[in-house]
């Protein structure tokens, strides 16, 4: 049975006992342990039912994902549950914590089952790029109503333990927290009542309407974004309606091993680690975070009220200030209206608000009431003037070790640490707007911030339910300095004869959520317009340099917000319409520059986007500016839209090959030699016949 499988009887009721730190993952000693034992539960003449049980904080969190790409080793999953569902005694699953994946299938395999409250059910492989492998689809539609079903397994989202109740996942929930003495009284009730084995396996299965599988069918495609897992399980869903249960289960396990071998599973499962890993940082390993309570934040506008709600959320103390009360009522608005949409997405009770809002915020139009604040975050007028102003007053008022934090996206943060006495407690927290939405926090570490400020950022960003990447000093850190450099790819493209609608196309068609040009509609042209201001004066002056973006903010075109930038919104409803009018802008500017546009294809607009992504990104690890190609990929992964299924920019260049990359950059350079340069460790690696994963130690 191994040293993390072990079984007691008592009073017939066997109970397989796994403890396998930290998730219970199902690994090969996992599975040999747990049919040991409940094998010989089952020799065991005074055994009249068996419970399955997991120590620690969750029930089976799935199969051991650490094992994909090995050999795989028997007992195999599928077997291991179909033993469990042929034992001639009932089988109970107890469950706390968490019941995800293979875990879930383990207990579908069972004969009943019981959880303690906030246990949480899902079959959520389908985001590791794979179906649910072992069983459970065909399984769960045989227990759940079928588009319940199809929707759990298609989605990937866990559902809680009400739910699951109601939806016939499971038999009860304990009245207790302890999932173990709840299975084995559930496991009394039973036997007393003589109840049987009743194996899912042998039900018959609920069907899918024609129109809810069509309804089913489109959402799926429309959510997957060219990802191929999502069909995959619903064809498998499909699957268990029409075969009969072994056939289904032949066909469950051929959809799994092409998944499994497919390039969008390595990359969901590169990019479940690297969010992992992203948070192991040298320098942080041996301190202490700072304890942070009260938080500051200067400056009210989208980002300033954003971030100050994503604290609130997150159970903080929130004092906000703004210049004068006008502008601090606004804030106070704003704060109060985004809560409240966080009450109608049903985050939070009306009645969490109206607490939140009377005992743990306040505005202020003065610095001093910060003085008590273990951390302020500045999220003014992104000019360095004003930001250096807000911190030589922040260092007057704040109390010693109080961490400063600026938010700026692409400023110089040694720069600003240099206006106070303590640059080693200032850090730099680059949220993504919406603040209390993205996921994505830019830890940027200056010249001379103490390691365990910076340990804080990362303690932040996790109670902040954030996925924090470690960034250096750079105009624009990791995230903005790679999309400057690639949006320059795009405009070029532009130039050279694309229309910004083929590129957005071609993007979307590659899994981007939205392309450049409606991005840069939704985030205001007139930011991108400014930031190509500040940068003039360090232009090359032999830079081809496209000029329309700029007559677009010239003619008032921001964007969205202005009803018009590279797409006309007129409905109010938000939709994109092309306008002719911005291709006779760029038309213009080529003729004006003697170019003659030419086509460029789907599959070149793509190649240009990736080779000018990689190319930067390559530089920002090369100078240190990301650790490794990890926390680019993390980066760009939850804070720019890159498709998920396709792992982040490093992780598709190692998929595609280095040497691809590079012969695209050397093809392009022959159009443009001083945009397309090789970054020097691209051609190292290319070189040395290394990928970038194999620098992500
Ligand atoms: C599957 O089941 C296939 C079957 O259908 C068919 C098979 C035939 N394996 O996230 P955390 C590690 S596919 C190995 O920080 P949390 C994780 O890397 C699987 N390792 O904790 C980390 O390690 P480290 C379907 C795993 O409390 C540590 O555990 N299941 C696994 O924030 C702590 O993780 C899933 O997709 C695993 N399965 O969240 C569930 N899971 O400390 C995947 C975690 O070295 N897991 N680790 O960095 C999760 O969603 C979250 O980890 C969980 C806990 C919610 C469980």
Redo the contacts with the bound molecule.
């Keep these: 049975m191994g040293n993390l499988v072990n079984l007691t009887l008592d009073d017939g009721i066997a109970v397989v006992r796994v403890d396998n730190p930290?998730?219970n993952?199902?690994?090969h000693a996992v599975r040999a342990g747990l049919r040991d034992g409940l094998r010989a539960a089952l020799n065991n003449p005074q055994t009249s039912a068996v419970v399955i049980f997991c120590a620690g904080?969750?029930f089976f969190?799935?199969?051991?994902?650490?094992?994909?790409g090995q050999r795989p080793q028997a007992p195999?999953?599928?077997d291991l549950i179909s033993e469990i569902e042929a034992a001639p005694v009932p089988v109970i699953a107890a469950m706390h914590?968490?019941a995800?994946?293979?875990?879930l299938?383990v207990a579908l395999g069972a004969h009943y089952r019981v959880a303690v409250k906030g246990t949480?059910f899902?079959?959520?492989?389908v985001?590791?790029g794979?179906?649910?492998?072992?069983g459970?689809t065909q399984r769960l539609p045989r227990l759940f109503p079928a588009a319940d079903a199809a929707r759990l397994i298609t989605g990937g989202k866990p559902v809680e333990t009400h739910a699951a109740l109601s939806l016939g996942l499971i038999d009860r929930i304990g009245s207790s927290n302890d999932a173990c003495a709840e299975g084995v009284a559930f496991a009394r009730e039973l036997i007393a009542a003589g109840k049987e084995p009743r194996r899912v396996g042998s039900l018959p299965c609920n069907q899918l309407e024609p129109a809810e599988l069509e309804a089913i069918t489109a959402e799926t495609a429309k959510a997957a974004r060219g990802a191929t897992a999502p069909l995959a399980c619903l064809e498998a869903v499909k699957a268990a309606m029409t075969l009969p249960f072994g056939e289904g289960l032949k066909k469950e396990r051929a959809l799994?091993q092409d998944l499994m071998a497919s390039d969008e599973s390595k990359a969901l499962i590169h990019a479940?680690?690297a969010e992992?890993?992203v948070g192991?940082l040298p320098e942080a390993e041996s301190v202490e975070p700072r304890a942070i309570r009260r938080v500051g934040v200067v400056g009210g506008g989208t980002m300033g009220a954003g971030i100050a709600v994503s604290a609130l959320l997150s159970g903080l103390d929130v004092t906000l200030a703004e210049r004068d009360e006008a502008a601090a009522a606004k804030a106070a608005a704003s704060v109060g209206q985004m809560l409240g949409n966080a009450v109608d997405r049903g985050k939070l009770a009306g009645t969490q608000r109206e607490a939140i809002l009377a005992a743990s915020f306040r505005t202020t139009t003065c610095f001093e009431d910060f003085a008590p604040a273990d951390l302020v975050i500045e999220a003014v007028f992104e000019s360095m003037d004003v930001k250096k102003d807000v911190f030589t007053r922040l260092d007057q008022v704040c109390r010693p070790g109080a961490i400063l934090a600026s938010n700026t996206s692409y400023l110089d943060l040694n720069a600003i640490a240099a206006m106070t006495s303590r640059p080693q407690d200032v850090i730099g927290l680059h949220f993504f707007s919406p603040a209390h939405v993205m996921r994505l926090l830019e830890v940027v570490v200056g010249a001379e911030t103490a390691p365990d400020a910076v340990a804080s950022g990362f303690a932040l960003a996790k109670r902040l339910k954030k996925v924090a990447v470690r960034a250096g000093v750079c105009d624009g850190f990791i995230g903005n300095r790679i999309l400057s450099h690639y949006s320059k790819a795009v405009y070029g493209m532009v130039l050279a004869g694309a229309s910004p609608y083929a590129v957005d196309r071609a993007l979307t068609g590659f899994g981007l959520a939205m392309g450049p040009f409606a991005v840069g509609d939704l985030a205001g042209l007139d930011i991108g317009w400014a930031n190509r201001k500040r940068l003039a004066r360090y232009r090359d002056p032999h830079e081809l340099y496209p000029e329309f973006a700029d007559r677009l903010c010239e003619l008032g075109r921001f964007g969205r917000k202005s009803g018009r930038g590279f797409y006309i919104y007129e409905d109010g409803a938000g939709r994109a319409r092309p306008d002719p009018e911005v291709e006779e802008i760029i038309a213009a500017e080529r003729a004006a520059k003697g170019i003659t546009p030419r086509s460029i294809g789907e599959k070149d607009i793509i190649s240009r986007y990736m080779a000018a992504m990689v190319n930067e990104a390559a530089r920002v690890v090369g100078d240190g500016i990301a650790l490794r190609p990890l926390d680019v990929d993390v980066t760009l992964l939850n804070g720019y839209g890159f498709p998920r299924w396709r792992g982040g920019p490093m992780h598709y260049a190692d998929t595609i090959g280095l040497d691809q990359i590079l012969q695209d950059i050397s093809r392009f350079h022959e159009e443009d030699p001083i945009f397309w340069q090789p970054a020097p460790l691209l051609e190292r690696l290319a070189a040395e016949g290394r990928t970038f994963a194999s620098l992500n130690t």
Excluded: C, H, T, W
């Design positions: 930290p998730v993952a199902l690994s904080r969750s969190s799935g199969a051991d994902i650490r094992e994909f195999f999953l599928p914590g968490n995800l994946g293979g875990g299938e949480r899902g079959l959520p492989e985001s590791l794979l179906l649910p492998g072992a459970g799994f479940f680690f992992r890993q192991k």
